[in-house]
């Protein structure tokens, strides 16, 4: 059975950093680009990062320069490094590969407080 499990949210003050991983399971993604997606209550759920299998790195602009998506293929992990945390990154962030997507992991909650 193919799983995301994203965990590393939780609440932090503005301006404050989270760590969020995605541990994938049931195949090997390594070859796959991968994205970290958020979603808010009422509004669909955007991509914010993606990485492709050799490392290159995408951002939606109102995270460019404070996000820092990365991975270990050996851990079949990916990673999404947020800095700088504004009030606006409020949400729920899910990973995903953009290759083949797959059923949709729990999220991890992330709240930041001004």
């Known amino acids: 059975q193919v799983r995301l499990v994203e965990s590393g949210g939780g609440l932090v003050q503005a301006g404050g950093s989270l760590r969020l991983s995605c541990a994938a399971s049931?195949?090997?993604?390594?070859?796959?680009?991968m994205g970290w997606y958020r979603q808010t209550p009422g509004k669909e759920r955007e991509l914010v990062a993606h990485i492709t299998p050799g490392g290159t790195t995408n951002y939606k602009d109102s995270v460019k320069g404070r996000f820092t998506i990365s991975r270990d293929n050996a851990k079949n992990t990916v990673y999404l490094q947020m800095n700088s945390l504004k009030p606006e990154d409020t949400a729920v962030y899910y990973c995903?590969?953009?290759?083949?997507?797959?059923?949709w992991g729990q999220g991890t909650e992330v709240t930041v407080s001004s």
């Open positions: 995903n590969s953009l290759t083949y997507r797959t059923t």
């Open positions: 049931g195949r090997i993604f390594s070859r796959d680009v």
